[in-house]
């Protein structure tokens, strides 16, 4: 019987831990679970409040400053359509300058001169790609992993002019870049045609982006206040400033007609329909050269537009290209 009666003892405090230790493991499940139910609503609220505080900026509410009307609906549809063709026209024009990586000057790529521009990878003694070059008038430069040579999908690396996460499509396919790409251009002279004709009816040609007298007499403190990283205030800041007038008016009615021009100069019918015009800019080859590097000045100036963007004040900025209002600061706000 005693026996027994330590059995059900033992019985009893087994009993006994285990349901201890099951309240307890319950308890700290619930510990967890309460402390991670508040570590998500801190999340939450931090997430919630940084998009209310976005909105707010891109919406213009502020107690500093007033809104001004920069923008107008046409000029920011123009603005970003804009932006989507020319970075597929840039994306699509990469994998058609993949097909031949080379630069030439003159009519003809086999007249025995070296290019003035090439991308090519070179083989080791395994017949393997082993590093990407790239010779610009002569020079060699190791650009192994960008330009040249870089890795393919499998991870391995192959002799590709650029890369492809900067080409469209992504892989080398001569007539699908090419569709886009010409797509993509006609879209761009339809813009610009409407844009040009816009600005001229609406006066916003002569208002906004044509420089004044007063305009050229004060371009050399606006250069320096532009690399003292200093921005207009008050009424200043409701107007473009003599630099951007001139830049943009020399991508408007040089830059972009220039480069559509290059590209006409390319095709064989165009050519064919009006022989010889190609040979004011010492022929087709010339024309292709020249085609890329103005591409590539309209992509350093899209850096130099987004840098100043942002340090000048990014949604500020932002805000004025999307709902069309830019919040203009007096000078007492930064005192």
């Not at 993949?98 to 790529?109: F, I």
Request: proline share 4%; hydrophobic share 45%.
């Amino acid at each position: 019987m005693k026996w027994l009666a330590g059995k059900r003892e033992s019985i009893s405090k087994i009993r006994s831990f285990v349901r201890t230790e099951k309240e307890q493991a319950v308890m700290r499940w619930n510990n967890a679970v309460s402390r991670v139910r508040l570590l998500i609503s801190r999340i939450a609220r931090t997430i919630y409040g940084g998009l209310r505080n976005i909105i707010k900026n891109i919406s213009g509410a502020s107690s500093n400053g007033h809104p001004y009307y920069r923008h107008s609906l046409p000029v920011r549809i123009m603005h970003w359509s804009n932006v989507v063709f020319l970075a597929t026209l840039l994306m699509s024009g990469l994998n058609i300058f993949n097909a031949h990586p080379a630069l030439y000057w003159g009519e003809q790529s086999y007249s025995g001169a070296p290019p003035v521009l090439e991308l090519l990878g070179i083989e080791n003694d395994e017949g393997d790609i082993s590093r990407g070059v790239t010779r610009i008038l002569g020079h060699e430069f190791d650009t192994t992993g960008f330009l040249g040579a870089s890795t393919d999908a499998s991870g391995e690396l192959s002799e590709r002019g650029f890369p492809s996460w900067l080409t469209l499509p992504g892989w080398q396919w001569l007539s699908m870049a090419r569709r886009w790409h010409l797509f993509m251009a006609w879209l761009l002279v339809i813009n610009g045609i409407v844009f040009v004709t816009y600005t001229i009816v609406s006066r916003h040609l002569q208002h906004d982006l044509i420089p004044s007298k007063q305009d050229w007499r004060s371009i050399g403190g606006t250069v320096i206040n532009h690399l003292l990283f200093r921005h207009p205030k008050g009424e200043a800041a409701k107007h473009y400033n003599v630099l951007q007038k001139c830049a943009y008016l020399g991508i408007i009615f040089f830059l972009l007609p220039l480069m559509i021009l290059m590209g006409l100069g390319m095709s064989p019918a165009l050519d064919a329909l009006f022989p010889g015009w190609v040979d004011i800019f010492y022929g087709r080859q010339s024309v292709r050269t020249i085609h890329f590097v103005v591409a590539w000045v309209l992509v350093l100036f899209v850096i130099i537009h987004v840098f100043m963007v942002i340090v000048s004040g990014f949604w500020n900025n932002l805000r004025s290209m999307i709902t069309g209002y830019y919040r203009v600061e007096s000078e007492a706000d930064h005192e």
